[in-house]
Every structure is written in C-alpha cells, then in structure tokens.
C-alpha cells in the first residue's frame, strides 16, 4: 500500500543480522528495497566458537525471495571491514544498525576480566568501530541513520550483568554525542532498548511470554528510525511485544547554594531531601542537553551577599 515506508536505492548494514533481531531487520529491509550487508560472527551466546553460516543462511533466505544481500563475517570489532563489504557490494551505506551482541551473565565477584572486556569490546568497541568507519561515508553523502542496541539492564542495571549494562548504557551516550555532532550533516542516530524472544532470552523467560515477544515486532520503530522520512535523532525508545515508549532523562529541582563559605558538606545534609526531591512542578520537560549551569550560578551569585573570593572555599563545618 501507499503507506509503506520503502528502502529503494539504499544500502542498510546489520551487525549480528546471523539470527534474532537483526535477522528480522534484514528481512524487512530487504522486503522494502534495501541492499543487505549482513554481518553476523556467527558465535556462540558467549562469543565464541566464530562461523560463517549463520550469515549465509540469511542471505540464501533473502535471495531465494527475491532480496539483494551479502554476507560478512567479521567480528564488529573489526568494522572497517563490514564497511568495506557495504563499499565493494554496493558502493554505498545508508543505514546502519548496530546490534551484535553477547552475554556473559555472571554476579560482579565471579566476573573476570575476560568477560569484562570481551563484553566491552563486542557492544561498545564494536559500535564504535563500525559507525566510525561508515560515518565519513555518511558525512560525504549528507545521509546516514545510525539505530544503537542498548538493553533494559543498560537503562536500569541488572543483576548480574555488570559488564553488559555498563557497555549497553555507554551506548546511550554514544548515540548521544554521535546525534549532535551528526544532525547537521543529516546523519540521525537513535537508541533502542528491545525485548524479544531470542536464544539470548529463552532461558529466561516462560515459553507464554516469549510468544508475546516476538522480535518482529521490534522491527516498526526501528524501520522508521532509519528511513529518510523521519527527523528523530539523539531518542531513546523501549520497545517490546507491540509496545513503544521513548525515556528521556528527569532532574530534580535541585538547591541552589551561596558559593561562601556556608557552603559545607553539612549544609548538603541539611538540604539532601530538596537535592532529590522529584515531586511535580520540578520537572524540566524541555531540557536535552543538561543543567544551566550558568543561570544557577547567577541566580546563586544574586542570592549571597558581600561573597568574596577567599570565602569560596569549602571548609567542613561539620
Ligand atoms: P542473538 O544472540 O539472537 O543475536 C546476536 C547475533 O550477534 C548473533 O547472531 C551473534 O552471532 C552475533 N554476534 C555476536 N558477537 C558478534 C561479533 N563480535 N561480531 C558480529 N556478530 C556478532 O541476540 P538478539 O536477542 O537478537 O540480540 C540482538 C541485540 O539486542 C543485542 O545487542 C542484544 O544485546 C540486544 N538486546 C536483546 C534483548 C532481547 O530481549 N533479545 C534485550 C535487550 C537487548
């Protein structure tokens, strides 16, 4: 129908494309016009044990119906490279979706730093390596969309995923940064958080629920994040099962101190409940890029009287 959000002529790289999520992006995209690079390692939920047929499996699929894709079989850590198979297939890139990933779900004192680093160095270096070698492609182009894969536990933290939520909620940031320095040259970067019936949560979650999470139904937002209508960047969206929502950041109202010498850790005591005090009319619902710092240190300048320099320092009165 005249409805459909159509991908002709462009080019969309998904990293971890071998199965899960990212095997259902490729087929949509693919479906609507896309050319496919689907990348996929091809290891195990830990990471290991690298192959190629999870990736070739999902190019003969998308072929046998009709699609155009390649395979690569490279480690996101090696993003130059998934790049270069988007360049010499197709001489181009438009989208890219970063979505490899793995687990190595221990509680933080039985963490080592293999699993450390090897989590780190798929979700966060992995991300960076490949969106840093397609993004100058983008820049030149003036048109890159660039969807990140973080994960409830990189919003909110969980048990026993240390290394995994704190990759996943770097990537927060990542999109962040990478959304203001990539606006002007039309290069939209946004996050997702999904949910979805994987080998990564079947062990998790009961059969019922898992049939509620189908991961085709992560596939809207993240079609519509990296088509060339939309002008969404710098979001986060949670989406699971049919349900989407976008989380933003929330502050306080925060106390204002005289920059003298009342200024003491003791007085941060007497005043910690209107520090964290988050009770309606304090909210700051327009506010993207933080605090201004500058305004509050007028308001606070305003507020002391006869302040002098010497007496900006903090002695502890407690
Ligand atoms: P999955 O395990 O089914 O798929 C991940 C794919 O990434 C696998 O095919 C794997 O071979 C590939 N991969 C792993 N390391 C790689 C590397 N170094 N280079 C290239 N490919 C590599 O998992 P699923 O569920 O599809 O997850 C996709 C993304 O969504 C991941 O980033 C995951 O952390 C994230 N996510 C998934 C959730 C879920 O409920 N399924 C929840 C929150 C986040």
New binding site residues.
């Given amino acids: 129908s005249e409805d459909k959000l159509r991908f002709d002529n462009r080019v969309v790289v998904i990293?971890?494309a071998?199965?899960?999520?990212?095997k259902m992006y490729a087929h949509y995209f693919a479906s609507r016009g896309a050319s496919l690079v689907i990348?996929?390692?091809?290891?195990s939920?830990k990471?290991e044990s690298a192959s190629s047929s999870?990736a070739d499996k999902v190019v003969s699929e998308i072929i046998s119906a009709g699609g155009r894709a390649v395979a690569n079989y490279?480690?996101?850590?090696d993003g130059e490279n998934i790049i270069k198979t988007a360049m010499d297939s197709f001489g181009r890139v438009d989208v890219l979706i970063n979505?490899?990933?793995?687990?190595r779900d221990k509680s933080f004192i039985k963490s080592t730093d293999r699993d450390w680093d090897l989590v780190c160095q798929?979700?966060l270096n992995?991300a960076f390596k490949v969106t840093h070698a397609a993004w100058p492609i983008f820049r030149a182009q003036k048109f890159g969309r660039v969807i990140n894969?973080?994960?409830?536990?990189g919003i909110y933290g969980n048990f026993g995923q240390a290394s995994y939520s704190a990759a996943?909620h770097a990537l927060i940031a990542f999109s962040d940064t990478l959304s203001q320095e990539g606006s002007k040259y039309n290069i939209l970067v946004n996050c997702i958080?999904?949910?979805?019936?994987?080998?990564?949560?079947e062990t998790t979650m009961p059969p019922e629920i898992l049939k509620v999470?189908d991961?085709k139904y992560v596939v809207p937002i993240v079609a519509y994040l990296s088509h060339e209508s939309t002008s969404a960047t710098g979001g986060l969206y949670e989406t699971a099962g049919g349900y989407i929502n976008s989380i933003r950041w929330e502050l306080s109202k925060g106390a204002v101190f005289k920059p003298d010498s009342s200024f003491t850790p003791a007085a941060v005591k007497s005043r910690y409940s209107e520090i964290t005090d988050f009770t309606s009319g304090n909210k700051y619902p327009d506010f993207k890029h933080g605090v201004d710092y500058l305004g509050l240190m007028k308001q606070a300048m305003t507020q002391s009287s006869n302040v002098h320099d010497e007496e900006l320092c903090f002695k502890d009165k407690v």
């Fill in positions: 990293t971890g071998g199965g899960g999520l990212g990348n996929d390692y091809g290891v939920l990471g999870a490279d480690s996101v850590e979505n490899a990933g793995i687990l798929v979700h992995g894969t973080t994960s409830p536990a996943k958080s999904p949910i979805a019936a994987s080998r990564l949560t999470l991961p």
